[in-house]
């Protein structure tokens, strides 16, 4: 198998914002695109909860990546234009340090001896590999669903760190709804008996808890209306029927899906990750959401939510735009109708594509940008 | 312990939809008020999932019940003016035979050797009981939630088997949103290393899955909006923080509330009754819901959905009264801004109480009932 990932190895100490310290990590990253002469064509992409940085196909390694219809040549980020960055968020399972890396002070994996993590400290290491790569501020920072969370701590933790935002289908902060789903799917992990405090091994993985999580996650990704117009009431006839178990076509929809995530993801990641998503709320210490993104320079911002979207529901994207404008920045907001939900970004390009492209092409328009080193 | 709880043993054979066959079987019921002299003012209460017979106190049993601020003297169900029956649906293990009772030819519960029940074998049973206080015809068929299942069945059983119909928050048929979130609470419940193929035991019960399911059910009950003006961020006290474990209110909110269902619910009846509702099409052979609805016999109609439903969304319930509609029956319908969610018929009764006493003084009215014998 071929890789275009390349990997940031930091020695400069990385503290926790909850306590915690590592003394080295590893960033994993790709990069699409080449950087221009004054280094000022560069997009960093934050992602969601269980990315790669493989976003995208490349000579490299041609497997299509997990936003492969919207990064290329001639694609909505075009990539002859811009430098491309997109990174495996600290903490994660995909080359990034987190909780499966091994710890150098005991030889095996941190497991819960990784540190509490933050969406805040997804962000600080995020921004060492803007400054490895010898980039002073971003063209554009782009995060969304969970990365609409940590580029939000990262403009707060930079405030001249790009030039523009995009944000989709991010949060200021978690509200109850989605803290209950996230902290049942932590349960489910933690309640599987292979879980046992952290000490699962290969042969006792808690396969049954993340599958069950990922269900629920389903649950919290699309909408009633997709799997509705999409399953309606066919019968499956993929799984064997056991009692109680899988009649309908959306339950062997989602058996397959669940299954597919099992053996992609470390379980303790998930629950760190998880977790770190409960506790953000960027406008903590501050009176409120404006003050919280006072002082943070851009030149424009365009903020995106989906109608249908019940685990960061559009109310939440509207008031990252509203705070935005607030604040004097030139801010656009589309509410999406789509019937996709929350994961509309990762499937429904008809709609998002036209938007997104036509963001990034204003940017070049307004920005002038040099063209890449050819 | 006092109670006003009412059995009917029916020795005639019931035969369920699926197959199978109970030689004989109880149903548990309550009634509040008098059944006039013409027996014209009965009306039948069909629950939903979880609740008992007992609706709402009486001097026999004065501990409130279930639905207490809508079943009195005065209240919106006047028992100065109505015969009220509600009742333990079939499958469930309040009083009325499920897959708990004891299967009288081995003298151990049934469990998983209960026939497959639908949501139509619980409206037969439920006639019968009907049947056995000598009641005709009742004065309002009443069903919320899976009782909005129950009653529509019951009426397609018995086209002239009310006058009247109240169908709250319920739906013709269970879409694949539904389906699956009572799939995964099943499979939480079959998961328990506790569930044992359903030889679980007094000692060891599927506490944990059902703890877990009852959660997953709270998360579909409610509405985000009402746990983010109820919750926020605010943090919880009350229960120990484990890793991963509750941090905020709302999951401390949702750990009692489930904890009080564990106890209080047999793991096999809440599976059957869930199964019966996923397959419940009151369509199934008929090309429309006008045509399945066809030949009923009801001079009004009231359905009421809540606008912020997520397990049994208003366009179902506007389906029914459309369906109801166009058959010539006279019906209103109410999408009630509610921050309650599916729920809201039990606790929002500010907004239920008016909607539902306007419609018995109507019925009262339009009627001319004779009073019952005092």
Avoid at 51 to 76: K, L, R
Wanted: glycine fraction near 8%; charged fraction near 20%; include cysteine.
């Amino acid at each position: 198998m071929t890789s275009a990932t390349l990997y940031m190895h930091d020695d400069q100490p990385l503290e926790f914002k909850r306590g915690g310290v590592l003394p080295a990590y590893t960033i994993a990253y790709e990069t699409w695109g080449e950087l221009n002469a004054d280094r000022s064509n560069a997009l960093l992409i934050l992602t969601g909860l269980s990315p790669s940085a493989h976003a995208a196909s490349s000579p490299a390694d041609p497997s299509p990546g997990w936003w492969e219809p919207m990064i290329g040549p001639g694609a909505p980020i075009d990539t002859e234009h811009f430098f491309v960055i997109s990174l495996n968020s600290l903490g994660s399972c995909k080359g990034s340090t987190g909780p499966a890396s091994t710890n150098p002070t005991t030889g095996r994996p941190y497991r819960l001896d990784f540190p509490d993590l933050s969406i805040e400290d997804i962000a600080a290491a995020s921004a060492r590999v803007v400054k490895h790569l010898g980039i002073d501020r971003l063209c554009t920072l782009i995060g969304p669903s969970m990365g609409g969370m940590s580029t939000l701590a990262y403009l707060q933790q930079n405030p001249r760190g790009a030039r523009h935002y995009l944000n989709i289908s991010g949060a200021p902060k978690s509200e109850p709804f989605s803290i209950a789903i996230r902290s049942l799917q932590r349960e489910l992990i933690v309640s599987d008996p292979n879980w046992r405090g952290g000490q699962y091994d290969e042969k006792n993985w808690p396969e049954n808890g993340m599958r069950m999580a990922r269900k629920l996650g389903m649950l919290s990704y699309r909408s009633a209306e997709e799997w509705r117009s999409r399953f309606g009431r066919r019968v499956q006839n993929y799984f064997p029927t056991e009692p109680f178990g899988m009649n309908y076509e959306v339950e062997s929809y989602l058996e397959a899906a669940a299954r597919r995530f099992i053996g992609a993801f470390d379980p303790c990641s998930y629950l760190y990750l998880s977790r770190s998503m409960d506790w953000f709320d960027c406008t903590e210490g501050h009176p409120n959401l404006t003050s919280a993104l006072q002082g943070i320079e851009l030149q424009s911002a365009y903020i995106i939510g989906v109608d249908t979207d019940i685990l960061f529901p559009p109310h939440q994207q509207e008031a990252i735009a509203n705070a935005l404008s607030e604040n004097g920045i030139q801010t656009a907001y589309t509410q999406l109708p789509s019937i996709m939900g929350h994961d509309a970004f990762l499937v429904d390009y008809d709609h998002f594509n036209p938007l997104v492209g036509a963001y990034f092409k204003r940017i070049l328009h307004e920005d002038g940008l040099a063209a890449p080193a050819a």
